[in-house]
Every structure is written in structure tokens, then in C-alpha cells.
């Protein structure tokens, strides 16, 4: 079995990656989409959104991190997938899920279910594009409003010689409304040979193994869940009691401090609010802390606010 840290843009960043990936369990993250439109993308521009590059393809724990590239136009895909390959990249994901009205009106993201053919081409280009022994993956959702291309499209990607899939088992109009429809991950993994992880509302260790049952698959992909409960992952590989809150916190002030090393110290406080915002559902010891952090800005009163409570 491994277990794949899903990306999340504005979520998982990469100092949530090196904290999450520190406590335990996650076998690979796949980073938040980098937009591909109409050029060559810079070095400096990929390092902003995965500067693991800078250290191998790896967070400070060793988990390797493949970048997502999410767009529309195989040529510039595959140029771009190359490019990023040759930066050391451990892998290229490619997005066929995104539902955001922004990169769907621009013929990226979940837009492309609707036609397999040009998933095809995406895939074949950037798999020719890369070196031999670097995975060209793609991510899917199930469609766009409905599930009437999920097979096809699961094939244009095994077809295009991709060499894992993964599936989030919900269409576009199903938003993030729950429950994903993990009925259709063991219909795709029935058509296709190629290696796949399923993905969706994966939210308990009992969900982990759940998933992987019903599915027939191994490998599964958990995006929110660990963002809840960090140790999840650790927890669905070898079981055990779940993290308190007072041994969460010190990690919680590591994240804050490897964010104010990151970004300007003024946006710190909002992204830790945002963690903590999410955890509380799963602590609610972790309540009275964000209720202090909400109206506060300055970092260094946040932090200590951090180490006392
Ligand atoms: C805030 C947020 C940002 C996301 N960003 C991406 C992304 O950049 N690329 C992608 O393929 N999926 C993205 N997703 C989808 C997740 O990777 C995952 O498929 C989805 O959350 C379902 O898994 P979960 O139920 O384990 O969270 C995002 C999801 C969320 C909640």
C-alpha cells in the first residue's frame, strides 16, 4: 500500500508537505497545479510553487513531491513537462480535475473530460516528452456533470501511456459534496491495467481501509482528511491511537515558524489560521486557540500565543 498526499492549492503548501510528510506515513505528495498556458515556464516560477526541487524532488523527510502541471495544450505540456523533468522532478501530474471556473474557461482542469481525445494527446505528448524512468501521471475526476465519458477517459489516459492514475470519485457538478462515489473506482480499475490510487473523502483510518476494499485498489491518495488529522496516514498504515492536541501543538508552531521563514510575515498568521480553522473540526480543544488567533496579526504575538496555550 502507499498513501499519496493529494494536492491542494492554497492548502498544501510546501511547508505543510514538510511537516505532514515529517509525521509519518505518507509515501508521495503530488504538489498544488502549476498553470501551463502558452510559454516556457521559468525556473523561479516552479520553485516558488515546489521548492523541494531545490533538494532533490523531496521534502526534508525524504518523501519525493510530484509537480502537477494543469493546462489544455499538449505541445506546451509536454515542453514545459520536460523542462520541469530536467529541474529533477520525480514525477509530472497531470490534471484532469480541477472544477475552477477560472482554469475551466481556459480549457484546463475538469473541461477536459468532456473530451478524451484531447486527454489522449496530453498524456501521449508528455509521456514522449519525458525521460524513460521519470512517471508521467494524471489525476480525474469521474466527469463533468455526469459519469457517461468516465470509462473513456480512464482509457485515453492508459492509452496515452501514462503510468499511474488517479481517481477522484466525484464529477465537477458533484463539487466536494459528499459522499464521493467510491462505487465507480473498482468499474474503472475493471477496464484499465495500469497502476491506480483512488481518492475521496478518505477521512478515518476505518475510511482507508474502506476505500481500498471496495475499490479492489491498494494504493489511495487523501487530501482534507490529513489536513484534519495530520497523523492520519500514519494511523491507516499501522494503526493506533489518534494524536492529542497537546502533542499536535508543537508541530502546528513548527509550521508557523517555517511559514514566516517562507513568505512575509504578515500573510503567516492567515495560512496558520486557515490549518487551524480545518483541525478544530477534529479537535475541539483546538477551538479556543483559533477563536485567539482570528482577530490576531502581528506573528510574534501569534506565536507565543502558540507556545502557551
Ligand atoms: C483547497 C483544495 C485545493 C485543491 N487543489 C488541487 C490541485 O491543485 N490539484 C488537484 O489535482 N486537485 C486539487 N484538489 C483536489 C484534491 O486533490 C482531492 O482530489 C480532493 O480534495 C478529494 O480528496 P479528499 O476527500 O481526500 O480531500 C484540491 C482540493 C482542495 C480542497
Not at 44 to 53: A, G, H, I, S, Y
Not at 99 to 112: F, K, M, Q, S, Y
Amino acid at each position: 500500500m502507499r498513501l499519496i498526499l493529494a494536492p491542494m492549492e492554497g492548502l498544501a503548501d510546501p511547508s505543510l508537505r514538510d511537516i505532514l510528510t515529517r509525521l509519518g506515513g505518507i509515501d508521495l505528495c503530488v504538489a498544488e497545479f502549476v498553470r501551463v498556458t502558452n510559454h516556457l515556464l521559468t525556473e523561479k516560477f516552479v520553485l516558488r510553487t515546489v521548492p523541494e526541487l531545490d533538494h532533490g524532488g523531496c521534502t526534508p523527510s525524504g518523501v519525493p513531491v510530484r509537480v502537477q502541471l494543469l493546462g489544455s495544450d499538449p505541445v506546451c505540456l509536454a515542453e514545459n513537462a520536460a523542462f520541469i523533468a530536467s529541474l529533477g522532478a520525480p514525477g509530472i501530474d497531470l490534471n484532469f480535475g480541477c472544477p475552477a471556473p477560472t482554469v475551466n474557461r481556459h480549457g484546463g482542469g475538469a473541461v477536459l473530460l468532456a473530451f478524451p481525445e484531447q486527454i489522449h494527446a496530453i498524456v501521449a505528448a508528455t509521456r514522449r516528452a519525458v525521460p524513460e524512468g521519470i512517471p508521467v501521471t494524471a489525476k480525474m475526476r469521474l466527469g463533468l456533470s455526469d459519469t457517461s465519458l468516465t470509462l473513456e477517459c480512464a482509457r485515453a489516459i492508459e492509452a496515452g501511456g501514462a503510468d499511474e492514475i488517479t481517481v477522484h470519485a466525484r464529477t465537477r457538478s458533484d463539487g466536494y459534496r459528499p459522499p464521493a462515489r467510491w462505487e465507480w473506482l473498482s468499474q474503472i480499475r475493471e477496464v484499465v491495467t495500469l497502476p491506480m490510487v483512488v481518492n475521496g473523502d478518505v477521512w478515518t483510518p476505518e475510511d482507508g481501509q474502506n476505500i481500498r476494499r471496495v475499490s479492489g485498489c491498494e494504493d489511495v491518495m487523501v487530501g482534507r482528511g490529513v489536513i484534519l488529522r495530520p497523523d492520519l496516514m500514519r494511523r491507516i498504515k499501522e494503526g493506533g491511537e489518534a494524536m492529542s492536541w497537546e502533542a499536535l501543538r508543537p508541530w502546528v508552531l513548527d509550521y508557523f515558524d517555517l511559514l514566516c521563514a517562507r513568505m512575509e510575515h504578515r500573510h503567516a498568521p492567515g495560512r496558520l489560521k486557515q490549518w487551524m480553522g480545518m483541525m478544530r473540526a477534529a479537535y475541539p480543544e483546538a477551538q479556543e486557540q483559533y477563536q485567539s488567533l482570528r482577530t490576531e496579526r502581528d506573528p510574534a504575538a501569534v506565536r507565543k500565543m502558540l507556545a502557551g496555550f
